[in-house]
T-cell receptor, first 117, second 116 residues
Framework: AQTVTQSQPEMSVQEAETVTLSCTYD???????LFWYKQPPSRQMILVIR??????QNATENRFSVNFQKAAKSFSLKISDSQLGDTAMYFC??????????????FGKGTKLSVIP | DSGVTQTPKHLITATGQRVTLRCSPR?????VYWYQQSLDQGLQFLIQ???????AKGNILERFSAQQFPDLHSELNLSSLELGDSALYFC???????????????FGQGTRLTVV
């Protein structure tokens, strides 16, 4: 079974600063997908960024970027120029193929990020 | 708007009762996932369906069951409800085109279940 570990239950960062959230995963698969989801107080699950394991280049979405280390099974999220609206719970997620056309999606326990004015 | 619709948004019911949560996936998505999120907790995977067939089971209680219908919508049935079943229940869907890249899972807004 795949496991996803987020070792930082809570973090805080000053507005406009940079913060990095950690995620490690355990799998024997070679093809899979990794995601960071954001859950603000509204509880809506919002995709922040995704990474295909076969791509060596790290994904970037505006102020959000990842450091994907496949050999180390590490997938960290960097948030630059933190904004108050970034305050949320962040979940790392792993997705792998589980059968013909279907995929299994596993989440870490989350990191609660607070952006301080 | 993710394109995934969950109804109802809120549900209050008494212990011992049975409820049905409904999920309509994004148009064309064949996979549906159900997750349970208790207060300040992560997402616990319950069950996954793909094109009408059960594909994976997580920590789903025997009192809970689900199905996916031919039109691809899914229902999660919770019976003999207990106070501890109070949670936010999410449905998500993802697409699949042959063996190609399927993209991310899109989440509905969740159904907040309160058992009193």
């Amino acid at each position: 079974a795949q496991t996803v570990t987020q070792s930082q239950p809570e973090m805080s960062v000053q507005e406009a600063e940079t913060v990095t959230l950690s995620c490690t995963y355990d799998t024997s698969e070679s093809n899979y997908y990794l995601f960071w989801y954001k859950q603000p107080p509204s509880r809506q699950m919002i995709l922040v960024i995704r990474q295909e394991a076969y791509k060596q280049q790290n994904a970037t979405e505006n102020r959000f970027s990842v450091n994907f280390q496949k050999a180390a099974k590490s997938f960290s999220l960097k948030i630059s120029d933190s904004q108050l609206g970034d305050t949320a719970m962040y979940f790392c997620a792993f997705m792998k193929r589980s059968g013909a056309g279907s995929y299994q999606l596993t989440f870490g326990k989350g990191t609660k990020l607070s952006v301080i004015p | 708007d993710s394109g995934v619709t969950q109804t109802p948004k809120h549900l209050i019911t008494a212990t011992g009762q049975r409820v049905t949560l409904r999920c309509s996936p994004r148009s064309g998505d064949l996979s549906v996932y159900w997750y349970q999120q208790s207060l300040d907790q992560g997402l616990q995977f319950l069950i996954q369906y793909y094109n009408g067939e059960e594909r994976a089971k997580g920590n789903i209680l025997e009192r809970f069951s689900a199905q996916q219908f031919p039109d691809l919508h899914s229902e999660l049935n919770l019976s003999s409800l207990e106070l501890g079943d109070s949670a936010l229940y999410f449905c998500a869907s993802s697409s699949s085109v042959g063996t190609g890249f399927i993209g991310e899972a899109f989440f509905g807004q969740g159904t907040r279940l309160t058992v009193v």
